[in-house]
């Protein structure tokens, strides 16, 4: 009896890591839960490796509570980017099937679960076929902030030619924008640490400035009358705003924390949502070696509590990956 007792206890839960007081990195748990079941059009995928996110320590901490982005719950996961396979899929579900190697975004505050897990439910809609010849830990470093990145440019339209100012060219965000624009044929202004500028210049920015310059004066030195948009993942607000031409286009990646929209210049604020098939286009540029995936390290699930320490600390060029 007791044998059949663990034998489905291995079946029916897993682990996962949850917040139930937001606070600081202590408040992360890992607890056992039961195996979630997928839906119609959702599918469950076994978690190889889960991106360690800003946004992860700012549900974390109880930030996106505060700010009326999300509401409180008894029980809060965390993790939004997955790389793994499919271990079941859902009724209606035909695009995949169990043992499917794929990539994907949990991209809804309202669920108790998040990528910090053994297992993960997404709709299918938010899940790709992993990009070929990458591992799963650096598969996963690609969903959140690629797309963001490419729901970012496609916000601003920018056409062949156009000169695109990007912050945080360094990151994770600012990395993909960077490459993702110069790949479209966009002229790039990359602003990041000057011992940056060599991995910004080989991401395709044509010109580089560094962060500790005056930001608007520097940057129409380099672009007279100043960029046709930019692209903040920095969230510099105003003195990136400031390098951009008047009637221009600017997008901040995160919440709350876009300019005024000056001198007629659109203003926009990136709140990025899966999408399969932007996705797939993504992973199939991973795969051919034009976007660049990082990774700065690897930890197990147990230690995601660490890995949010080692993130707010700064510093950290890619992204920490949790491994189940």
Not at 65 to 70: D, H, S, T
Not at 80 to 100: H, K, N, Y
Not at 103 to 128: C, F, K, N, P
């Amino acid at each position: 009896m007791e044998t059949d007792v663990a034998g489905e206890r291995e079946e029916t839960l897993m682990r996962a890591v949850v917040v139930r007081d937001p606070g600081g990195p202590d408040a992360l748990e890992v607890i056992e839960v039961p195996l979630p079941v997928p839906a119609s059009s959702q599918v469950r995928v076994r978690v190889e490796a889960a991106a360690v996110n800003p946004v992860d320590l700012a549900t974390r901490s109880g930030a996106l509570i505060e700010a009326g982005v999300m509401e409180p719950r008894e029980v809060i996961g965390l993790g939004w980017d997955v790389a793994g396979r499919i271990d079941a899929v859902g009724p209606g579900v035909t695009t995949f099937a169990p043992g499917d190697p794929v990539i994907g975004i949990q991209d809804r505050l309202e669920v108790s679960l998040g990528a910090y897990a053994e297992y993960v439910v997404l709709d299918v809609g938010a899940v790709a076929p992993a990009p070929e010849g990458l591992s799963p830990v650096e598969a996963a470093t690609l969903p959140l902030n690629a797309l963001t990145a490419q729901q970012s440019l496609d916000l601003l339209e920018l056409e062949a030619g156009a000169s695109l100012l990007v912050t945080g060219a360094a990151g994770a965000v600012g990395g993909y924008a960077v490459e993702l624009a110069a790949l479209s044929g966009v002229a790039v202004v990359g602003v990041a640490a000057e011992r940056d500028e060599s991995f910004v210049r080989k991401a395709g920015a044509r010109w580089f400035v560094p962060r500790t310059a005056d930001l608007s004066l520097a940057v129409r030195e380099l672009v007279p009358g100043g960029v046709d948009a930019a692209l903040d993942a920095a969230v510099l607000g105003l003195p990136a705003l400031g390098a951009v031409r008047n009637y221009g286009g600017f997008v901040s990646v995160v919440g709350g924390a876009a300019p005024v929209p000056l001198r007629g210049i659109e203003v926009h604020e990136q709140w990025v949502a899966g999408d399969g098939g932007a996705l797939r286009r993504l992973a199939s540029l991973a795969a051919t070696g034009r976007l660049t995936t990082r990774v700065a390290d690897t930890l197990p699930l147990e230690e995601a509590a660490r890995a949010h320490r080692l993130l707010a600390e700064g510093g950290v060029r890619g992204r920490l990956v949790l491994v189940p």
